[in-house]
């Protein structure tokens, strides 16, 4: 303590006790903020005053001239405004939405949680718990290097009787104005919104009448559970990522939003999973369109502008409903069955057990004109899926490039696929069968829904495996049963 002073006060018996006192504080001082508190008090006892007001002053032209100097702030004020219609999802909503994942529940003393019921624009209502902060409440956040400051405010109501009137506060350094209106509060619009879809409850609609009837959606297939090659499976994953990625790039190429999926293979091989699957990953509403409700093309147009954005519409079978077996076939075929090739009655339609073409009111070219045209333009973020058995009886409309983005196959159960079930099903990655039964599915074709049938016949696995092993087997059999009796009818 060599560089206390040693004048005026100090050099009275009286001021060298204090020195003495603050020797020993200053010695236990247990912190830096402490040691500057003593330090300031022992400099104003100890200096005269005329030096004390000179260090000020120092200090003062120092801070000034070379220190940190406190930077202009702007608040931006955000209220709740109530009273319904769309101002309720408007940004009061959203920065609570968001802010409800940057709050640290353990650096608070004071929280709000509260469980709400929001009414979603197709009329389904999602319930989620939102932990918020309570009235003078701050947290900060951290956008593109920029600090923003939120603070929880309510001030009191008019009658005394009604609750105060809350608003969030954001402030940061004026200089990243632009950045906090342009740039951080769509962020926090885009960022609630992606929330709000996560926690939303899905939906299946079905076509009733004229409307759409939802129900909600609790398929449990997901990517995970899907049996399906690998390969493939990653390309469709990475497919609905970039779609989702690609707004601005849709609409930078002046092409509408929305990507179309042609799944098509034998019946259970997951076609149906896929779909579902495929909702619960982007988190999209199911559409599931049966056309024979559909009278005409108009009825057709007006269920499909009732759809909302984020949704998928699927229509299965599309080979079943409508004649679409291309124009080239049709002649192929009518040559083949009918004698008189200019016999223009002849509708091959009507010979597979639908209308005939002139009294069907609702066609493929309605449905696929109306998908380019007027509905690509009024809806965002569609996804259109088409499943059939049979991908060589549709017509070529339906196939041309730019139609359907993507043909996905969903074949008979592979040696992967038999594993992602037995994963599935049973937990387990090996087992003393799986040689065996590797052997069996090269060698027969099965779907994956025999085979999770077998799975599912008992819970334990060695019993499970050892039916499923039997049916491989029996199936063994009967395909080389099949394969004997052609050659033996060709040899005859
Ligand atoms: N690839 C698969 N992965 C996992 N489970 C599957 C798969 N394929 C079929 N399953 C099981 O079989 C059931 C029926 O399959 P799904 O309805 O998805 O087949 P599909 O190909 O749509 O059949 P269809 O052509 O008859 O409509 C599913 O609920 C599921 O339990």
Redesign the pocket.
Same mark, same amino acid.
């Not at 019946?267 to 896929?274: D, E, I, V, W, Y």
């Given at each position: 303590m060599d560089f206390l002073p040693k004048t005026s006060m100090a050099s009275s018996p009286e001021g060298a006790a204090v020195v003495d006192a603050y020797k020993k504080a200053l010695a236990t001082a247990a912190s830096v903020s402490a040691y500057a508190m003593l330090a300031r008090g022992m400099a104003r006892e100890l200096l005269p005053d005329e030096l004390c007001a000179a260090v000020r002053w120092g200090a003062a032209f120092v801070r000034s001239r070379f220190g940190a100097r406190q930077k202009e702030r702007r608040t931006i004020v955000i209220r709740r405004v109530l009273g319904g219609g769309y101002i309720e999802d408007g940004l009061f909503d959203a920065a609570l939405t968001y802010l409800a994942t940057k709050i640290n529940p353990q650096t608070m003393n004071r929280l709000c949680l509260a469980r709400t019921r929001k009414r979603e624009h197709d009329g389904s209502d999602t319930c989620s718990t939102l932990l918020s902060m309570e009235n003078g409440g701050s947290t900060t956040d951290s956008f593109q290097g920029v600090e923003f400051r939120w603070t929880s405010m309510e001030s009191g109501g008019n009658d005394g009787n009604s609750r105060g009137k809350e608003f969030l506060e954001l402030s940061f350094d004026a200089e990243h104005t632009e950045t906090a209106i342009h740039k951080y509060v769509p962020f926090i619009m885009s960022a609630a919104e992606e929330l709000r879809l996560r926690d939303r409850s899905l939906k299946i609609f079905l076509n009733q009448g004229s409307s759409w009837k939802g129900i909600n959606h609790h398929h449990p297939?997901t990517f995970d559970?899907?049996?399906?090659d690998p390969s493939m499976k990653q390309a469709v994953i990475a497919d609905l990522d970039r779609f989702l990625k690609r707004k601005e790039y849709y609409r930078r190429i002046g092409k509408a939003w929305k990507r179309g999926y042609l799944l098509y +293979?034998p %019946? +259970? #091989? +997951?076609?149906?999973?896929?779909v579902a699957a495929m909702a619960n990953y982007l988190r999209f509403n199911l559409y599931d369109l049966d056309l024979s409700g559909v009278y005409d093309n108009s009825h057709l147009q007006r269920l499909l502008i009732d759809m909302s954005n984020k949704s998928i519409l699927v229509i299965?079978d599309i080979d079943c409903s409508f004649d679409t077996m291309s124009r080239e076939d049709r002649k192929v075929s009518r040559a083949t069955y009918t004698d008189d090739e200019d016999d223009d009655e002849y509708d091959d339609a009507g010979a597979r057990g639908y209308p005939p073409e002139r009294e069907r009111k609702i066609t493929l070219s309605g449905l696929l004109n109306f998908i380019d045209g007027l509905w690509s333009t009024c809806g965002e973020e569609r996804v259109i899926v088409f #499943?059939t058995?049979y991908k060589d009886r549709l017509d070529r409309a339906l196939l041309r490039p730019g139609r359907m983005d993507m043909h996905v196959y969903?074949g008979h159960c592979s040696w992967e696929?038999f594993r992602?079930?037995a994963r599935n099903y049973h937990l387990v990655e090996d087992h003393v069968l799986f040689p065996e039964i590797r052997e069996l599915l090269s060698m027969v074709e099965v #779907? %994956?829904?025999e085979v999770?049938e077998m799975l599912l016949r008992s819970e334990d696995v060695n019993v499970a495996l050892q039916v499923l092993m039997e049916f491989l087997r029996g199936r063994r059999c009967k395909t080389n049963e099949v394969v004997n009796d052609k050659n033996g009818s060709i040899a005859g």
């Open positions: 297939a559970t899907l049996a399906m +293979g %019946p +259970g #091989t +997951g076609k149906s999973s896929l299965e #499943t058995n969903m696929a992602t079930l #779907t %994956p829904a999770s």
